[in-house]
């Protein structure tokens, strides 16, 4: 069942920074997507039929590919700095080290325009072999992180990410010779666990320091040039940033997306996310949580028929799930207030 994306929304949040002077966002001018040489599969990863079958894409991992326009370059570095000169935030971990302000698709036309770009969104689509929209939570729709000052600071992590599909943009410009470049480990998540000794979940937080990972299944991929990224299945794939050598400047952009097939699981992270510092989060997950039951109640009304009551009872069972999540997250104030 594919699904209708959801607009952005019409308010944004108070609680949110807004660059006043930034660059208007033009894909003629600002976009320049080549198509990745390679595309490295599920299946190369080692997941097993069973697990594949639950995924909407059968793609891990793209090589990296040109995303951005030189032009393109500069105007994201721009908006980039602005932000991160007035949200020095990261994750409430004390762990953390980069610096991950959250709510830059509120705070910047120019980084919402780019994440929710048609073009940009038709491409993805395309290397995923599955129509993706742009993320039901603007908050992980959008997302510039920073290396800390110190280098020593950026040996950390480990993880796989609490969305579907990503791509990560190299904004600054890379430096072969001082690490920092994009690495991911070929194998599962169930590998991950059982050689590190830890819990699956502990492998889907923001610092995921892990133990030591065979060297022989760690790549390193390297961008030829600020503007180049990657895309990726980023719940599917183990990756971090290479540690720094010494201290430089390293950022990159992350806009995040959301598989329009509902036939699969929802694989929003919310036991993470709910711990990021973006304000409007939990009303974001609550909205998220609506349109995935308005969806499966969208195709009641229009798609079944009549004479089929058991696909009636299916999609009012998954809208019912759904409801019950979000209203599971609200407690029991929601609930009473309701009775």
Request: glycine letters at 8%; hydrophobic letters at 40%.
């Amino acid at each position: 069942m594919i699904a209708k994306a959801i607009a952005f929304p019409n308010r944004i949040p108070e609680s949110y920074i807004r660059l006043v002077r930034e660059p208007e966002f033009v894909p003629a001018r600002h976009l320049a997507l080549e198509k990745p040489d390679r595309i490295i599969t599920l299946e190369e990863f080692g997941y097993d039929a069973e697990t594949r079958a639950r995924c909407p894409s059968q793609v891990a991992i793209s090589s990296a590919f040109r995303i951005l326009t030189d032009e393109g370059v500069a105007a994201l570095r721009e908006v980039g700095e602005q932000f991160r000169r007035q949200e020095q935030k990261t994750e409430g971990n004390p762990e953390a080290a980069y610096v991950k302000p959250r709510g830059s698709a509120y705070s910047s036309r120019f980084a919402r325009d780019l994440s929710q770009s048609p073009d940009l969104l038709a491409f993805v689509s395309e290397i995923a072999g599955t129509p993706l929209g742009p993320h039901t939570m603007p908050t992980l729709g959008a997302s510039f992180i920073y290396a800390p000052p110190q280098a020593e600071k950026t040996n950390q992590g480990w993880h796989m990410d609490s969305l579907g599909f990503d791509c990560v943009i190299m904004v600054s410009d890379p430096d072969d010779g001082n690490g920092g470049g994009f690495q991911y480990f070929q194998g599962t998540l169930e590998e991950v666990a059982r050689i590190c000794g830890v819990a699956e979940h502990e492998i889907r937080t923001s610092v995921g320091k892990l133990g030591s990972l065979p060297a022989e299944r760690i790549h390193t991929m390297t961008y030829r040039k600020a503007g180049y990224g990657a895309f990726m299945q980023g719940n599917m794939v183990l990756h971090r940033g290479e540690p720094l050598k010494r201290p430089a400047v390293r950022s990159v952009f992350v806009p995040g997306f959301i598989a329009l097939d509902l036939d699969h699981p929802d694989v929003t992270n919310w036991r993470e996310v709910r711990n990021w510092n973006s304000p409007s989060v939990k009303a974001e997950y609550l909205r998220h949580k609506a349109w995935r039951a308005a969806s499966f109640l969208e195709d009641l009304v229009e798609t079944q028929p009549f004479d089929d009551l058991d696909g009636y009872r299916a999609r009012l069972l998954q809208a019912q799930r759904e409801i019950e999540e979000a209203l599971a997250e609200l407690g029991t104030r929601a609930r009473a207030a309701a009775e």
